[in-house]
């Protein structure tokens, strides 16, 4: 019996283009990060990753998209399963952070090393822009379920909260940025 689902044709070297990227890009910095040395460390040629990726600002853009849906995916599937009341899923997107920057390859926020070394016609900043949006519409939906007055401008005082604890930790993870921004939230939000 034939099958009516479509099938995906891997790209081996595509994927392992963007997985090399992503490590590269997020350890070394973007631009630290020369084609050659993403395509030597990913074997494939230069001339293949180009069929790909038009320009290293494109990759740049797929390596960000990338870690926006990964860290979606991972927020919205904790918050998801908590149970959680939507005050205590707004402290617990620090409480995610705090994780995060505990890891051992916790190297700063992928999005705001990007937006660093990119340009604002460049598709990493049009990358960023939408998952800024979508972290201030989390909380925004969120502080509107808690009764918040004026969910806009909470989420982008949590939003302010979530990247300086970023920043935070990247610069001096001694302190527990995470923690302390989760108090502030929770300062903020009664």
């Known amino acids: 019996m034939a099958s009516t689902t479509p099938r995906t044709r891997r790209r081996p070297a595509l994927e392992r283009v963007v997985k090399t990227a992503d ?58 399963a908590s149970g959680a009341s939507p005050m205590e899923k707004i402290l617990m997107v620090f409480d995610l952070l705090g994780q995060w920057f505990t890891t051992e390859d916790f190297n700063g926020c992928p999005f705001i090393n990007a937006e660093a070394e990119s340009t604002k016609d460049s598709p990493a900043h049009t990358v960023n822009l939408s998952h800024r949006s979508w972290v201030r519409s989390l909380f925004a939906d969120l502080a509107r379920q808690v009764g918040v ?11 302010m ?17 995470a923690a302390e921004a989760r108090l502030a939230a929770a300062q903020l939000l009664q």
């Open 23 to 80: 490590h590269l890009f997020y350890t070394n910095g973007i631009h630290a990060t020369g084609v050659d040395t993403i395509a030597e460390a990913a074997n494939v040629s230069k001339a293949s990753m180009y069929t790909y990726f038009r320009t290293k600002d494109d990759l740049v853009g797929a390596y960000v998209a990338g870690r926006s849906l990964a860290w979606q995916e991972h927020v919205t599937k904790q918050l998801d």
């Open 161 to 177: 909260l979530y990247d300086g604890a970023m920043v935070g930790a990247h610069a001096e993870p001694s302190i527990a940025w």
């Open 149 to 159: 007055d004026d969910a806009v401008a909470t989420s982008i005082r949590l939003a």
